[in-house]
C-alpha cells in the first residue's frame, strides 16, 4: 500500500475528502462507528452499492496445478475467509505484459460495471489495496461523467498495453492516495501512533511493513505538517522502535 507518485498537499486534502465521505457512508450503511470500519466493510458496501460481475486473471505463461473452475472455488473461498461478500464469475489468462502492469481495472460496459482483478501474486492484502483503489473510481465515476470517460481513456490504454496520457496520471495516483486513506484512514492512525507500536500497528491492518512505513511517512509530511524529512525520520523511528524519538513525535502530535 503506497501512494505511488506524490501529490500536492491540496491534491491530498481532497483525497482525504473523498476517503472520508466514503467512510461515512459505510459507517452509515453497516451501522459501525468510523474508527471501527475496516477495508471488508468499505469493499462490501460498495460491492452491494454496484453489483459489478468480477473477473479474475492470470497469465498464461505460468504452469497450472489446478482447472479454472478450482481456482475459482479456491478464490471465493479466500473472499468468505476474509469476509468479503463478492464473489469471482469468471476467470481468464493473459499475456505476461498485461499482468505486469495491471492490478485492477473497472470497465462500465453495461449497467453493472465489470471489475477486473490480478490474482498472479496470490497475495490478498493486495489484493484488498487493488479493490478499495478500484471501488474509488466507481464512486468517483458515479458522480461524474467526466472522470468516467477519464477512466475509461485509462482503462482503454492499460487493455491494448499501452501508457495511457501523462495528463491522466493524477487519477490513478489519487486512487492510490484514496485507497491507502481508506485502509488505513487518518483519524484511526493518530490515536494509532499515539498509543501503539509499530509492530501492534501493522497486525491490526494486515499490512506490510513497507505498505506502513510509507502511510506513516505520509501520514506525517500531509496530514501532520511535517517536512519531507521530519517525516521520513518520524516513520523511521516506529520502524526501529527508537524511544526517544517516538516520545517527540508523539509530543509534537498531541
Known amino acids: 500500500m503506497m501512494e505511488y507518485s506524490k501529490i500536492s498537499r491540496t491534491e491530498y486534502t481532497n483525497c482525504q ?7 461515512r457512508f459505510t459507517s452509515n450503511s453497516t451501522n459501525k462507528s468510523i474508527y471501527d470500519v475496516k477495508a471488508p466493510h468499505i469493499i462490501n458496501t460498495f460491492y452491494s452499492r454496484f453489483r459489478p460481475n468480477i473477473i479474475v486473471f492470470y497469465p498464461s ?3 497450472k496445478h489446478y482447472t479454472d473452475d478450482q481456482i475459482l472455488r479456491i478464490l471465493n473461498q479466500q473472499f468468505d475467509i476474509h469476509g468479503f461478500y463478492m464473489q469471482a464469475k469468471k476467470i481468464i489468462s493473459v499475456d505476461d505484459i498485461f499482468t505486469n502492469t495491471v492490478a485492477g481495472l473497472t470497465w462500465f460496459n453495461s449497467p453493472r460495471p465489470t471489475l477486473f482483478l490480478n490474482i498472479t501474486s496470490n497475495n490478498f492484502k493486495r489484493l484488498t489495496f487493488t479493490c478499495l483503489h478500484e471501488f474509488a473510481h466507481m464512486y468517483q465515476a458515479e458522480r461524474s461523467q467526466s472522470y468516467m470517460e477519464a477512466l475509461a481513456l485509462i482503462n482503454a490504454d492499460k487493455i491494448q498495453g499501452n501508457p495511457y496520457p501523462e495528463e491522466l496520471q493524477p487519477i490513478e495516483n489519487e486512487a492510490n ?3 491507502s486513506l481508506l485502509l488505513v484512514p487518518d483519524k ?3 490515536f494509532d501512533i499515539l498509543h501503539s507500536t509499530f509492530n501492534e500497528i501493522q497486525d491490526k491492518y494486515g499490512i ?5 512505513f510509507n502511510r506513516l511517512q505520509n501520514y506525517f509530511y ?3 505538517d511535517f517536512d519531507e524529512y521530519e517525516s521520513n525520520q518520524a516513520a523511521h523511528s516506529f520502524l526501529v522502535n527508537d524511544p526517544k524519538v517516538i516520545y517527540q513525535v508523539r509530543k509534537k502530535l498531541r
Open 61 to 63: 505463461s505460468i504452469p
Open 17 to 23: 475528502a473523498v476517503a472520508d465521505k466514503i467512510l
Open 177 to 179: 492516495v484514496i485507497a
Open 222 to 224: 500531509y496530514s501532520s
Open 188 to 190: 484511526c492512525l493518530k
Open 208 to 212: 506490510s511493513k513497507s505498505a506502513l
